[in-house]
């Protein structure tokens, strides 16, 4: 009789690691949830550069602002998954017969290894000037800014937390600088309470706000990503 090779009725066999030598118990339950996330594992047999490009991916399905022909700005780019997405989806490469080429910039303040189709600088945008050379490079005004960057962890909940407010506000004020009339900014956010001001100043200058946890995004992470899109200009 032939064996049943569906997998169904199979039951999922997970990576079981052991603490070693000088690793902490904390860092083998990373590296455990690591090598069993279905995203990880998608990521790699894909070629994402990680599992957030899933999240940018849920997000664009839902609201649609990586259009063929739209210009995008990726801060804290590093290490390039949105970016991947990005590029396919606005046409940066011009693959799809027909459409519009997109243009995606990416923005880090490390070097970031090329990928096809984005151009990649290294730069703080939080430095002056920024927003002048980031739409030179760019040749005109943004469409989407969209950011999925993370303060470097202190261990402490709420400082994290007003750290990544705080990050995320930073950007936002570059979106309103380089953004064209009508466009997108989506940034991570934490919860945690101190995220009501930018929710406010967001809504006086976009047409509609959301607040959305896509499902890449694990259940035990207080992340969610904020969806701003009709800029006021």
């Known amino acids: 009789m032939a064996k049943n090779t569906s997998g169904r009725g199979q039951r999922d066999l997970k990576v079981k690691v052991k603490t070693a030598r000088g690793r902490k ?8 949830r690591q090598l069993n996330d279905p995203y990880v594992k998608r990521a790699q047999a894909e070629g ?27 801060l804290g780019c590093a ?8 590029v396919k989806r606005v046409n940066a490469l011009g693959e799809k017969t027909g459409k ?30 920024a927003d002048e050379q980031i739409k030179e490079w760019l040749g005109g005004k943004a469409d989407v800014v969209m950011s999925d960057m993370a303060a470097a962890s202190s261990g402490h909940k709420q400082t994290d937390h007003l750290r990544i407010i ?17 466009g997108t900014f989506v940034a991570k956010v934490l919860a945690g309470g101190a ?5 406010k100043l967001l809504k006086q200058k976009f047409t509609k706000v959301a607040n959305v946890k ?11 990503f904020v969806v701003a899109t009709g800029f006021r200009g």
Do not use: H, M, N
């Open 25 to 32: 118990l904390s860092s083998t339950r990373w590296l455990q």
């Open 79 to 86: 290490p390039g998954g949105w970016c991947q997405v990005a």
């Open 195 to 199: 995220e009501g001001e930018l929710q």
């Open 100 to 129: 519009r080429i997109g243009t995606v910039l990416g923005i880090d303040l490390q070097e970031v290894e090329p990928i096809a189709g984005a151009e990649l600088y290294q730069l703080d945008f939080l430095s002056e000037g």
């Open 166 to 182: 705080s990050l995320c506000e930073a950007a936002a004020y570059l979106a309103f600088d380089i953004l064209e009339e009508g």
């Open 48 to 74: 994402y550069r990680g599992r957030a490009a899933f999240k940018i991916l849920e997000l664009d399905d839902k609201f649609r602002f990586l259009v063929p022909g739209a210009r995008i700005v990726d």
């Open 214 to 224: 896509p499902p890449a995004s694990r259940s035990d992470s207080s992340e969610k």
